[in-house]
């Protein structure tokens, strides 16, 4: 399909309700009225390696990346849920994001040249994040408590869904239990067999607004999206009898527009959560521990031995577990790692950067020098 319109249509009656559906804000208005004036806005629905599925509203279309995003430092990439600007099939422009759910890459680089900034982009501009945890062996309090610490720190609202209810003959335990270590998120059980719970999920994503399932791999998610649409777009697989878990099914990221209006994005499981630079000082899954440790004696109480912890007399009057507290301690051993290595990262670059600067110095004064002889 190509792309046929052009700027002047926008802000037209026909154009523009199109993508206001598809969660055009006025956020974008602005960057886009900045623009250049012969390409045109469309959301990102798909990735699939070098190839980006886009929309306006009116179907879907395929799209390449521009090579100088590529050359710029890093490279820029698009991710589902993007706004970017389109020229003859081309992405030339991605727009600023609202915000972006990422986490640090596993494996990969080391030593040098294993930077704190390498991190994965997950899916961007979104109103939710669905954590999705099985209620078989899925189920994991500790794991539920790190994908909390990313959606809030990425500045998205988080949402707690626990698959596979019917599995369990109390799934209302499990539901308390989350609700203990969540305070103020939503929590939800879901079953293939209750549709008022779907119902009740579906509600949260009303026309315009956007969630993005995460989650690991068999938790049920294509399910729920299925669910959601009313339909199979999703393929899925029975839970195996060997490990009594999800298989894994999902191996791309797509954005899919709901009858509600509402759109949802379907993620490949996650094995590791790794938290990305974009992690900042607060750790809004641990409010608890945090209101505690104001009141300890230090300010820089550890909350392991010091005298006058309250977050340690909270242990022994079981106000709080000593997971729990175990699990904040280890994110936030994590978060200062990784703030140092992002500082130390920087220093680096920016020293690489004169060196680099003081190398072309040399070589024309060099070059000058030839000439002269």
């Not at 559906?21 to 886009?32: D, M, R, S, T, V």
């Not at 993007?82 to 991605?94: P, R, S």
């Not at 997950?122 to 062996?137: H, K, P, Y």
């Not at 820089?300 to 301690?329: D, F, K, M, Q």
Request: proline letters at 4%; charged letters at 20%.
């Amino acid at each position: 399909m190509k792309n046929t319109h052009n700027k002047s249509q926008l802000p037209g009656e026909l154009f523009l309700p199109r993508l206001v559906k598809l969660g055009w804000l006025p956020f974008f208005q602005q960057q886009y009225e900045k623009s250049a004036a012969d390409s045109t806005p469309a959301r990102v629905v798909g990735v699939h390696r070098h190839v980006y599925s886009v929309t306006q509203g009116d179907g879907v279309f395929h799209v390449s990346l521009a090579g100088r995003l590529y050359n710029q430092a890093g490279g820029i990439y698009p991710v589902v849920g993007d706004w970017v600007l389109v020229k003859e099939q081309v992405i030339t422009t991605i727009f600023t994001r609202n915000n972006l759910l990422s986490r640090k890459i596993t494996g990969g680089k080391s030593g040098r040249k294993a930077g704190v900034y390498d991190e994965q982009g997950i899916a961007a501009n979104l109103d939710f994040a669905f954590i999705v945890c099985g209620l078989d062996r899925d189920y994991n309090l500790a794991r539920i408590e790190r994908y909390l610490t990313l959606a809030y720190n990425c500045g998205i609202q988080p949402v707690i869904l626990l698959s596979k209810a019917d599995l369990q003959q109390n799934p209302e335990q499990f539901v308390s239990e989350v609700e203990a270590i969540a305070p103020g998120v939503p929590v939800y059980s879901l079953s293939l067999y209750d549709t008022d719970a779907v119902t009740a999920v579906s509600t949260l994503l009303y026309p315009h607004r956007t969630a993005t399932l995460i989650g690991s791999s068999g938790a049920g998610k294509s399910t729920l999206i299925n669910h959601l649409a009313g339909k199979n777009i999703r393929q899925t697989q029975a839970v195996g009898k060997r490990v009594g878990k999800g298989r894994h099914t999902t191996t791309s990221r797509d954005l899919f527009l709901l009858p509600g209006g509402g759109m949802v994005i379907d993620n490949p499981g996650i094995r590791e959560i790794g938290l990305s630079r974009q992690v900042t000082e607060s750790t809004n899954a641990f409010p608890d521990i945090e209101a505690l440790a104001g009141q300890c004696r230090f300010s820089n109480c550890t909350h392991t031995c010091e005298p006058g912890c309250r977050v340690l007399e909270a242990i022994g009057t079981g106000e709080i577990s000593s997971r729990r507290l175990n699990n904040y301690i280890k994110l936030n051993n994590e978060l200062d790692y990784t703030r140092e290595r992002q500082n130390k990262s920087a220093d680096r670059v920016e020293k690489e950067r004169w060196q680099h600067i003081s190398k072309k110095v040399k070589n024309l004064k060099n070059r000058r020098s030839q000439q002269w002889k």
